[in-house]
């Protein structure tokens, strides 16, 4: 069971550049969700998708957007990249009510 | 909305010390709550959870946790920590009522370490 599938697990970036965060679940979940993990700030929600189709802000969606390509696929997008942005991004899913969330790996981006 | 605190930032423990992390959300409506635990270079994997019934839920690898809602507390226990116990630790909460898919709202993290 693959579970939640993230790529890529690292990257460096230039400031200004562009990328995507991929992310995939194999476990038939309606909601998707991207957050971010900082030293001392524990995880904040960037943007989530609660269906196909749908996606809504989070609590730190500035600099960021968000593709709900199908059931199993939310990508993250990075359009001009900043320092702010060096982090450690989890994508999770889950389809409960009770916000039991399913994590991915990681994904360690940083910004130079 | 709702928020999250856990008390201790750094926890530095002897193996077979008894540990107890502090976890307060602030939400006064009807709550899910969880532990999740982060091994070092790994993903959030679920330790517990509580969503009803019996206040003190027992989770993997001999953790506890005991729900007291007059104080809005949802506290991680072990009685006799291990080695491997080394890891970051999140309370997290999500409002039970009305079936919203907003995620779940975290706290800061706790991070512990077990010396040998």
């Known amino acids: 069971n693959a579970g939640v599938t993230q790529t890529p697990k690292f990257q460096v970036l230039k400031t200004g550049q562009s990328m995507t965060l991929q992310c995939a679940q194999d476990?038939?979940?309606?909601?998707m969700y991207w957050y971010r993990q900082d030293p001392g700030m524990g995880l904040r929600l960037i943007y989530y998708?609660?269906?196909?189709?749908?996606?809504d802000k989070g609590e730190v969606p500035n600099g960021y957007n968000v593709s709900r390509l199908n059931k199993r696929e939310f990508s993250l997008r990075l359009e001009s990249a900043a320092p702010s942005q060096t982090s450690v991004y989890f994508c999770?899913?889950?389809?409960?009510?009770?916000?039991?969330?399913?994590f991915g790996e990681g994904s360690r981006l940083t910004v130079l | 909305a709702q928020s999250v605190s856990q008390h201790n930032h750094h926890v530095i423990l002897s193996e077979a010390a008894s540990l107890e992390l502090g976890c307060n959300y602030s939400?006064?409506?009807?709550?899910?709550l969880f532990w999740y635990v982060q091994y070092p270079g790994q993903h959030l994997q679920l330790l517990l959870k509580?969503?009803?019934?019996?206040?003190l839920v027992k989770g993997i690898k001999g953790f506890e946790a005991e729900f007291i809602k007059s104080k809005f507390s949802f506290n991680l226990r072990k009685p006799s920590v291990q080695w491997s116990d080394t890891a970051e630790y999140f309370c997290?909460?999500?409002?039970?009522?009305?079936?919203?898919?907003?995620?779940?709202?975290f706290g800061k993290g706790t991070h512990l370490i077990i010396q040998p």
């Open positions: 939400y006064g409506g009807t709550v899910n």
């Open positions: 998708s609660a269906s196909e189709g749908t996606t």
């Open positions: 997290a909460v999500k409002v039970a009522s009305g079936g919203g898919a907003d995620g779940l709202t």
């Open positions: 476990m038939n979940h309606n909601s």
């Open positions: 509580y969503f009803s019934g019996d206040p």
């Open positions: 999770a899913s889950t389809t409960r009510s009770s916000g039991e969330l399913f």
